[in-house]
């Protein structure tokens, strides 16, 4: 249970957030990558990419499943099992509905608390995996910035949020 993180305070639904899950959830970022170019993740963009490729796949080859695309899932499963993983915050904060008046996240570690604009916080990275495998020493997720100007040393021991 040291793991389950919340979302509380000036919210309309106060949720509950647990990072072991997340490795099964399609919007995870593969965060090997992820500030190589800076740019800002869009996971509508991504999808349409990989829709479009899977698309033109079956009008050149036929709606047949070639031993490439076992080999690509394969890769996958493995990739999951090995990779550095976050996801960004935006929709759990999103579903937990803060209110009008609400302006500040405020993000407890276990040695501060970090007070961010929540206009920016949907832009905030909370890494939950490395190298396959929960963040149990310095976890249970850490945050990152999403122009990764933290990336060398982002804010570690996260255990809740609050929306002020």
Same mark, same amino acid.
């Given at each position: ?6 979302i509380?305070?000036? @919210? ?9 899950t ?13 500030? @190589? ?14 829709? #479009? ?5 079956e ?39 803060p ?24 832009d905030?990275?909370?890494?939950? #995996? ?21 990336q060398?040393n ?8 609050? @929306?002020?």
């Amino acid at each position: 249970m040291e793991n389950i993180m919340t979302i509380s305070g000036n @919210v309309n639904y106060p949720i509950t957030l647990d990072p072991a899950t997340w490795i099964f959830d399609d919007r995870r970022i593969d965060l090997t990558t992820c500030f @190589v170019n800076k740019e800002m993740y869009n996971a509508d963009e991504e999808y349409t990419k990989a829709a #479009s490729k899977h698309w033109d796949r079956e009008i050149m080859e036929g709606a047949i499943f070639p031993p490439t695309l076992k080999t690509e899932k394969k890769f996958e499963k493995e990739k999951m099992i090995t990779g550095t993983f976050g996801i960004h915050l935006k929709p759990f904060l999103k579903n937990s509905e803060p209110k009008n008046d609400a302006v500040t996240l405020v993000i407890h570690a276990t040695d501060a608390e970090y007070e961010y604009p929540l206009s920016k916080a949907g832009d905030l990275i909370l890494k939950f #995996s490395e190298d396959g495998k929960p963040l149990k020493t310095d976890g249970p997720v850490h945050v990152y910035f999403a122009d990764g100007s933290n990336q060398h040393n982002p804010i570690k021991n996260v255990h809740r949020f609050t @929306v002020k």
